[in-house]
Every structure is written in structure tokens, then in C-alpha cells.
């Protein structure tokens, strides 16, 4: 025997790994070494000599690189079962809970159940932003996974929004933008929470708010994430009080770069998005919402100008499994059929690496990779509606659902195993979540809970 075996922490072996490196995509029956957090092994052949503490023998099981969400509200949990009918966002519509009303209480425990949920079906990295960030992001943080929190960042007076009035507010910016930079100085230097920040939308933002924002990101190098395009009522909103599209007042204020995420992108002309190929700005995809608000953003001509576009769930369930086949097929109805250019390993990049990117973290995080940090996703593919494994990769997105994952490590811990959060009580989650959403809905919104 070898006199200096390789040591792993941990050894899964003959897995189907669906990596989302380009060298190597698939690896069949293979192998994975993890030490101290980091992949250190993988090959279609176990070492030649090794000692692991743990040894998985996961025969027909798919591992993945982690998903990457980079743009979710998870106390907007609390709207589950009615945001997806209302055909606009919450905090836009009247007659539902707001942000505004939910206490640092209520923060905790909505967050939990929101982070808790994309945990479990395979999101190891969650870009969360909303009220009570501090509250949120402490009680996220508790999973184990790795997080991109954010405070929502605007000027303009969000309880009056709803009821179409835009009222724009030094004093409020001044609150949100600073409560985001403390959140930023609070959790530097944990290797697990990299704090960004979220310019809430050029309509909830004034020209000179966007200004600041992008000071600071410039300064600090702090990745911003905004909603662009989310709705006729922005465009409409932003064209009135400036002249121009969302995209050319994010460009005329400094943030249309390469550290900015648009979610939606569902009214985008063709001029914004040469704009944003231009800027090196990304796309961050919403399928599932924008569709069940019978909307489209134009992915085709998105994908085609060759702009990174990443996957996230926002408001709505947090199976990124599925937001994947949702991403396939609103772009394939678009395309009119189906072509080379969308194809199932095209979403799941968006889902893995393409999320990774978007956050500046490509180095360390997207890809199965030696060398990169150990977050991965184990999914049990013995079962009906994933064999054969004909085409892993295809399976996955056509077939695969959140609730086949089995495992889920970040960092070379198992956080998720066999089904269940490591680290947390779930049912206690759920009842706490279950007892603040009933104290908001008794605010607003009765006539829902009742019937």
C-alpha cells in the first residue's frame, strides 16, 4: 500500500456526477474526495490509496454542484398560495401582509421557513433580500448554507406604493442604505455570508439614490441586485418621471456593470439589452413567476446577445429543479420548437455556474471542480421517474423534482441528510412560521384565510 495515501474527510463513490464543468461533464460511476471544505479528488477511478473518515457508496444516485439563487424574499413566504394569483408582486398589491407590517419576530421565523424550503431542495448559496435583514440573515445563517443577504434598499415610501403613490424620501433612503452597509460590516469576514446589495427598482428608487448605491458598490466592490423590467407599472412609472427605460437610468447612474443582477427582465427593449451585453451586466431569470403572472422576459434574445443568465425563485416555491424545466420551456414556446440553443444543460448551467458568476464567486463555487469549495447536492435517481440514466442531465431537468434530493453539503458538511435539515428543528420552523403568517393575515387579508 501506498506509504502516503490520500486522506478525505469524506469519499463518495460510484455516483453519477453531473458536474457543470466543461472539461469533464459527466462522470459516471465515479469518485469524489472532500478535505477540509474543498473537492480535492474526482475521477472516473478511486484512488490509487486513501483513508476517509466517511465512505458513501451512492450507486445511481446524481450529485451536483449546489444550486446557486441568487434573488429570493423568503418572509414573503408569508404570501404562499396567493402572490401567484395575484399577477403582480406583493408588495404592490393592496389587500395582502407587507413588509412593512412583519416584526423582527415574525422576520426570523418567515425567513427560516423560506431559507429552510430552497435548502432542502438543493440551493446551497441564497441571495435573500427584504425587510429586517439583520433579523433574517442571523436566522438563515443557523441552516448552514451559504448565503448573499441584503437589506431592500430604497427612498421611496413603500406604504403608500401600493396604492400608486410614489413618494420619494431622503430620510428613507438614508435608513435603508444604511442599514445594508451595517448588515455588510457585520458579516464581514464570515466565509459563509457575503452581504450585497438590493436597489429595490428604479421605480422605488430616485436618480440620485441610485447614485449613492452605486458609490458604495464601487468602493466596497459590492454586487447590487435589483428588480429591471418587473412590470408595466415600472415602465410606465420611470418613463414619466425620468424620460427613459429602467436599463438607461441604471447606466446614467453608474450601476449597469459587471457587478449588477436584473431580476425579471421582462420589459427590456432590444436597445437596453445591447446595453446590458455591453455593461457586463447579468440576467437573473424568474421563470416560474413571470409565467404564472402570464408574462415572458425574452431569454431567446437575452441568451443571444450573450448576457450570463442565472435562475432564481423569488417569492414562489424555491425548487430550483423545477425552475429549470420552467426556464426550458418558456424559452422553447418563445423559439416556437426546439433547437440547439436550448437544451437542458444550457438551464442547468444558468442554475449552477451561471448563478456563481453573477455573484463574483465562479472561482470558488458553480462547478464540481477540483479544488473549488465541497457544496453539493446528492439526488436519489433510483426511482421510476428518473431511470434510465440514459441522459443524466436531461432527467434531471425534465423529470427531476427538489423533493428527490437526499443530501445536501456545503462546505464538506452534510446540512441536509436523508431528507432532513442537519442543523435545525423543521417542525419547530414550521410552526413558528405557520403562527406569524396566521398574526399577519389577522392584519389584511381575511377574506382569504377564511375561505
Known amino acids: 500500500m501506498n506509504a502516503n495515501p490520500q486522506v478525505f474527510d469524506l469519499l463518495i463513490k460510484d455516483a453519477i456526477f453531473i458536474t457543470a464543468d466543461p472539461k469533464e461533464p459527466l462522470i459516471r460511476d465515479g ?73 423582527s419576530e415574525q422576520a426570523r421565523a418567515l425567513a427560516q421557513l423560506g431559507a429552510l424550503e430552497a435548502l432542502l431542495f438543493g440551493s446551497t448559496v ?17 441552516l448552514g448554507m451559504r448565503l448573499c443577504p441584503s437589506w431592500r434598499i430604497h427612498d421611496v415610501d413603500f406604504a403608500k406604493v401600493a396604492h400608486g403613490e410614489w413618494h420619494h424620501d431622503p430620510a428613507i433612503g438614508a435608513r435603508t442604505l444604511s442599514a445594508g452597509m451595517a448588515l455588510y460590516d457585520n458579516w464581514k469576514g464570515n466565509p459563509l455570508v457575503t452581504v450585497n446589495l438590493a436597489a429595490h427598482a428604479v421605480d422605488t428608487c430616485s436618480e440620485s ?12 466592490n459590492l454586487v447590487v441586485s435589483t428588480h429591471l423590467g418587473q412590470s408595466k407599472v ?38 437596453d439589452i445591447e446595453r446590458m451585453a455591453k455593461s457586463g451586466a447579468h440576467v437573473v431569470h424568474i421563470p416560474k413567476p413571470n409565467a404564472t403572472s402570464g408574462r415572458l422576459a425574452p431569454t431567446p434574445k437575452l441568451k443571444a446577445a450573450g448576457i450570463n ?74 426511482r421510476p421517474h428518473l431511470t434510465p440514466h440514459v441522459n443524466p442531465v436531461g432527467n434531471l431537468v425534465h423529470t427531476g423534482q427538489g423533493r428527490d434530493v437526499t443530501h445536501v453539503v456545503v462546505a464538506g458538511e452534510f446540512v441536509v441528510r436523508d431528507g432532513m435539515p442537519t442543523r435545525v428543528d423543521m417542525d419547530q420552523i414550521v410552526r413558528s412560521a405557520e403562527k406569524a403568517s396566521r398574526e399577519l393575515w389577522g392584519a389584511e387579508g381575511v377574506q382569504y384565510w377564511l375561505n
Not at 130 to 141: E, G, I, K, R, Y
Not at 235 to 262: H, W
Not at 332 to 350: A, K, L, T
Request: charged share 20%; with cysteine.
Open 209 to 220: 439614490f441610485l447614485k449613492e448605491v452605486a458609490e458604495l458598490s464601487a468602493k466596497h
Open 234 to 271: 415600472e415602465v410606465q412609472r420611470v418613463k414619466e418621471r425620468t424620460g427613459s427605460t429602467s436599463t438607461e437610468v441604471l447606466e446614467e447612474t453608474g450601476l449597469l456593470n459587471e457587478r449588477l443582477m436584473c431580476g425579471h427582465c421582462i420589459y427590456v427593449t432590444d436597445t
Open 126 to 142: 441564497l441571495g435573500d433580500n427584504f425587510v429586517h435583514a439583520d433579523t433574517a440573515a442571523q436566522a438563515m445563517s443557523e
Open 31 to 103: 469518485y469524489l474526495g472532500v478535505t477540509d471544505g474543498k473537492i480535492t479528488y474526482l475521477s472516473r477511478k478511486a484512488p490509487a490509496s486513501y483513508k476517509a473518515t466517511t465512505t458513501l457508496s451512492l450507486s445511481g444516485h446524481f450529485v451536483t454542484p449546489g444550486f446557486v439563487n441568487p434573488h429570493a424574499h423568503s418572509i414573503l413566504s408569508m404570501v404562499r398560495g396567493v402572490a401567484s394569483d395575484l399577477g403582480f408582486a406583493p408588495s404592490y398589491t393592496p389587500g395582502i401582509p407587507k413588509g412593512t407590517q412583519v416584526n
Open 309 to 382: 443568465i442565472c435562475l432564481a425563485t423569488d417569492t414562489q416555491h424555491a425548487d430550483m429543479v423545477e425552475l429549470m424545466r420552467w426556464a426550458l420551456i418558456t424559452a422553447r414556446v418563445q423559439e416556437g420548437g426546439v433547437d440547439e440553443s436550448w437544451q437542458p444543460q444550457h438551464v442547468f448551467h444558468m442554475a449552477t455556474m451561471g448563478g456563481a458568476k453573477a455573484l463574483g464567486m465562479q472561482e470558488t463555487l458553480g462547478s464540481l471542480t477540483v479544488g473549488k469549495a465541497a457544496d453539493f447536492v446528492v439526488f436519489n435517481a433510483n
